[in-house]
């Protein structure tokens, strides 16, 4: 499995379980890799470590939750955190509250568009 193949999968991986305490760990063994590979590949390729790779994409997913129908109770249960480091969380990485109507900047897409264009750009892969 070449580095990109091995990105995109990972980033696969994470999507489809974001949901129940998704970790670096987790992933890599689902990868079947180090994690110091799956990291280097992942920086290499996307310039963002893993581990802050998934710590938005929780913190990005937990925002669409909260402002859509569920309760924070809920939310922060789903992606196994306290409701208390859920708000911390959110507010140290954005400067905002999660309940806030502002859109979230990121330095890159996530979730499905990244991977829609990663398959773009590996396609000759």
Known sequence: ??????????LIYIEWNLLGGISVKKTSEAMNCSLQ??????YELLGMRLARYIHLRVLSEARKKVTATY?????????????????YSFQKEFGYSIFSDRDIAFPLP??????????????DI
Do not use: H
């Not at 990109?4 to 990972?10: A, H, I, N, P, W």
């Not at 590979?37 to 992942?42: Q, S």
């Not at 109770?73 to 708000?87: G, Q």
């Open 1 to 10: 499995m070449t580095k990109q193949e091995l990105v995109l999968e990972s």
């Open 37 to 42: 590979y799956l990291g280097k590949a992942f």
């Open 71 to 87: 309760s924070l109770k809920e939310v922060a249960k789903c992606f196994e955190m306290s409701p208390e480091k859920l708000i």
């Open 110 to 123: 996530l979730g499905k568009d990244l991977i829609k264009i990663l398959l773009v750009r590996f396609k």
